[in-house]
């Protein structure tokens, strides 16, 4: 019987972790990029693309893109902090937008994950455009965690 979570010598690395993760499915298709990290927080940038803007004509990513963005980063800064890659699923993802991104500009992802109990992690996080002091959105949000992996049962 296989065990989650999967645990790593030095911890969960999400730079070399975001190479797997950020090729499949609709993270890849995003093309969300890794981009720093620490102890328990994660950053993670969503190119611009013509295809992710909101509405026609406009030259600002759409909120969706950014929402999908700011999930994975969160995820990512969960298996950071717990240092295992462990199923976790979003219960609660609030996202409180401040203003577009910049026209032509990629969106940079910030979240640490600053709580865990037994059954779910807590985390805040902020998007931004080249400034952090100034953000396009700010999360936050509650995750369940899930100790073993519900296939090997």
């Known amino acids: 019987m296989k065990e989650s979570p999967q645990a790593y010598p030095q911890g969960f690395q999400p730079d070399q972790a975001s ?26 940038k969503l190119p611009w693309r013509e295809d992710l803007v ?12 950014i929402i999908s963005l700011m999930d994975m980063t969160s995820g990512m800064s969960i298996w950071t902090t717990a240092k295992a890659f462990t199923p976790i699923a979003t219960l609660d993802l ?4 401040q203003r577009p991104a910049k026209p032509h500009s990629a969106v940079i992802g910030h979240v640490e994950c600053y709580k865990m109990t037994r059954s779910a992690a807590f985390v805040r996080g902020f998007a931004h455009d080249g400034r ?16 073993k992996d519900p296939r090997s049962v």
């Open 94 to 97: 609030r996202v409180d937008y």
């Open 54 to 65: 909101g509405g026609t004509g406009g030259e600002v990513l759409a909120s969706g893109p």
């Open 19 to 44: 190479h797997m993760l950020a090729q499949a499915g609709h993270n890849g298709w995003l093309g969300l990029k890794y981009h720093a990290h620490g102890e328990n927080w994660v950053e993670l």
């Open 132 to 147: 952090a002091d100034d953000p396009v959105a700010h999360i936050a949000g509650v995750f369940m965690t899930i100790g």
